[in-house]
């Protein structure tokens, strides 16, 4: 059998220990091409550029007549 505790913790101690456990924002850059927020050492969803390289080409779309 594995060792229970032999009092409850308080709430406030349960919150102390929780509070440190919170998600924190991703760091963005700005791309140099398009200067659109991007995550770091990603290709740019806006233009696709990596590392002043095209990766992604992005195409148009067809409008309806």
């Known amino acids: 059998m594995t060792p ?3 009092r409850r913790h308080s ?3 349960g919150g102390k ?4 456990i919170r998600l924190s924002l991703p760091a963005l850059t700005h ?7 991007k995550l770091p050492h990603r290709v740019c ?12 080409v992005k195409r148009e779309k067809k409008k309806k007549e």
């Open 4 to 6: 229970l505790p032999k």
């Open 17 to 20: 220990r929780k509070a440190s």
């Open 31 to 37: 791309c140099p091409e398009c200067h659109a927020p």
């Open 45 to 56: 969803r806006k233009c696709g550029y990596y590392d002043g390289k095209a990766l992604v």
């Open 11 to 13: 709430t406030r101690r």
